[in-house]
């Protein structure tokens, strides 16, 4: 049973440009959260997507936009990429039943040059 | 302010050496603290989920407990292969709130 996957693992961008993410949620979940995780911190929510639907939002600028497609797999996109965005960016699914256990994936590594 | 403070920042054990990773939130209201091991360069992995104060989860060389202001993870005779980052999130009560709120976890070397 393949978990979550993401897609690329590793990417580098020059400021100024934009990024698409992109994350197939484990078999079974319906629901796909983005997290960005700076090193030696821990992972910072960014939204949460549900029945294609941004369902919350953490505290990150309007550049942040993502969408969930009907067989729930969702794309994180980044436009006027700064040298701060230069992170591990992690795609997170649960099951309908609740929220509880989130199921991560492996992360796309973005870097900003 | 919700916040969520591990500590240490890191730990350094002896293989076999017992100890306690400490995770302390300060929320309105609590609906679940998860306990995840991160390795380097890889996704968090789910290890545990905790509701009330009192309850108590255990896996392996594990054991989660949680009070109304602080979770430990205990580790008994901890292993090489240990060796991780371990982080602490709370999602809040509430309608709506479906976000996790990681601490900064605990960088764990267990040394043979």
């Known amino acids: 049973d393949a978990g979550v996957t993401q897609s690329p693992t590793h990417l580098i961008k020059t400021r100024g440009q934009q990024v698409t993410l992109r994350c197939s949620p484990k078999s079974g979940h319906d629901t796909v959260s983005w997290y960005q995780q700076a090193l030696g911190q821990g992972p910072q929510f960014i939204f949460q997507y549900y029945e294609e639907e941004e369902r919350q939002r953490g505290n990150f600028p309007d550049r942040f936009s993502g969408h969930q497609f009907p067989n729930y797999s969702s794309e994180l996109n980044v436009n006027a990429l700064l040298l701060g965005d230069s992170a591990l960016y992690l795609c997170?699914?649960?099951?309908?039943?609740?929220?509880?256990?989130?199921?991560f994936g492996s992360g796309t590594r973005l870097t900003v040059v | 302010e919700d916040q969520v403070t591990q500590s240490p920042e890191a730990l350094r054990l002896q293989e076999g050496e017992s100890s306690s990773l400490n995770c302390s939130y300060t929320v309105s209201g609590l609906r679940g603290l998860f306990w995840y091991r991160q390795d380097p360069g890889k996704g968090p992995e789910f290890l545990f989920t905790?509701?009330?104060a009192g309850e108590e989860k255990e896996k392996e060389r594990l054991k989660a407990t949680l009070t109304k202001k602080e979770s430990f993870l205990h580790i008994t005779a901890p292993k090489p292969e240990d060796s991780a980052t371990y982080l602490c999130a709370v999602q809040l009560s509430g309608a709506g709130s479906y976000q996790l709120t990681f601490g900064k976890g605990t960088k764990l070397s267990v040394i043979p």
């Open positions: 905790l509701y009330s």
């Open positions: 997170a699914s649960s099951s309908p039943q609740g929220n509880y256990g989130y199921t």
